[in-house]
């Protein structure tokens, strides 16, 4: 009986364990592919440094958010409240996976500033999302955008500054 009851309590021990390792994505609710990174592994480091020059104010996130609702069309795609799915997108009619959710506090997390410019110059492989920079957007304008984009993380009284895990 002992014996039973010291299995038991070491296999709920194991699996508790193992449910909540750090890097168990579905046990915290995202989506895994948020933590892997679309940046090729070659130059994730390098673009990791990159930081945004531009400081969080209300008139930078403003003009981030007049392009991203305009100019860049990331509303068509991300939505205007930047919950990933568009209002012209009907669900089920997507390959592949689905417009990134900004509101998304783990996405936000995981994601550097530099990596998302890299994804602005470079697209997304295996997504929909095409370079923009400078065919779209200069980078000064794409960074404006990023600016807005964290916002969607943060409560929209108090501008974001770049605090990088």
Not at 54 to 67: D, Q, W
Request: proline share 7%.
């Amino acid at each position: 009986m002992r014996r039973l009851i010291l299995y038991q309590f070491l296999t709920v021990t194991v699996f508790a364990t193992a449910a909540l390792a750090p890097g168990n994505a579905s046990v915290y609710g995202a989506d895994e592919a948020i933590l892997k990174p679309r940046v090729p592994i070659d130059q994730l480091q390098h673009v990791k440094t990159w930081k945004n020059p531009l400081p969080a104010t209300e008139e930078t996130i403003e003009k981030g958010k007049k392009l991203f609702q305009g100019k860049a069309f990331c509303l068509t795609c991300h939505g205007r409240d930047g919950k990933g799915l568009g209002g012209d997108i009907e669900p089920g009619t997507l390959k592949g996976p689905l417009p990134r959710d900004f509101t998304d506090q783990d996405w936000q997390a995981a994601r550097t500033d530099g990596e998302l410019l890299w994804i602005l110059k470079n697209g997304s492989k295996g997504t929909a999302m095409a370079p923009f920079i400078p065919l779209i957007l200069t980078e000064e304008e794409a960074w404006q955008v990023l600016l807005y984009v964290r916002s969607f993380g943060k409560n929209r009284d108090t501008p974001h500054t770049d605090e990088q895990p």
